[in-house]
């Protein structure tokens, strides 16, 4: 039983571990940040909070797409302004500062790509990654479009509540209420922008 339990592990340890081999999903910054340990646990972290907050995002797109559908447009953010507000919340208010994300984290700015070694015959005897910059970031994992599509929706939001009258939001009618929710409103919006502009400059390793 102990030989084939060792003939077992050296089958695995012999088996070749390339991301393309085996699925992994790897991409450009995992190759960026090769040999650097605690660079890539915390994109791994910012990895799984842009997965996190993109379920959530795409579950206001589709209800958006269900009302614009169904009402018309420019009907979404009235209709939805308290899930649109907690959302915005979540982001500023919530347990990640997602102020201290790079900007190569929120975003794709580069791609793998494989250079390949080829024998006297044209057989490929060898490939090494590298990365093939992009001429314009794409989405990505979509965490930084996701911050700007939740501030358009928040600032959509402002919008209505200010031709609508500051009562509006108010289950009583108030004024006072309604320009407490305001001014809340827009001290979150300017903290989301502040965010957004911050992740878009950060550069640094």
């Known amino acids: 039983m102990a030989d084939e339990i060792d003939a077992h592990q050296e089958t695995e340890i012999d088996e070749p571990a390339s991301a393309e081999t085996q ?8 190759l960026m940040l090769d040999g650097d340990v605690k660079s890539q646990v915390n994109y791994s972290l910012v990895k799984a909070i842009a997965a996190a907050l993109d379920e959530k995002v795409r579950l ?19 209709i939805a302004f308290l899930e649109i507000e907690a959302m915005a919340q979540a982001v500023t208010d919530g347990c ?7 900007f190569w984290e929120a975003c794709e700015t580069a791609e793998i790509a494989w250079e390949e070694t080829k024998d006297e015959e044209g057989v490929v005897v060898n490939r090494m990654p590298y990365g093939k910059q992009h001429d314009e970031p794409k989405e990505g994992n979509r965490l930084l479009s996701n911050l700007e599509r939740i501030a358009a929706w928040l600032r959509a939001a402002h919008k209505t509540h200010e031709e609508k009258g500051m009562e509006w939001v108010s289950p009583y009618g108030c004024p006072e209420d309604g320009q407490h929710a305001y001014d809340g409103r827009a001290k979150c919006l300017s903290e989301i922008d502040s965010i957004i502009e911050r992740v878009k400059g950060n550069f640094d390793l």
């Open 23 to 30: 699925g992994v999903e790897f991409d450009y910054v995992d």
């Open 96 to 102: 990640v500062d997602f102020g201290k994300i790079h």
């Open 60 to 78: 206001l797109v589709e209800a958006e797409k269900k009302v614009e559908g169904a009402e018309g447009p420019d009907v979404f953010e009235e």
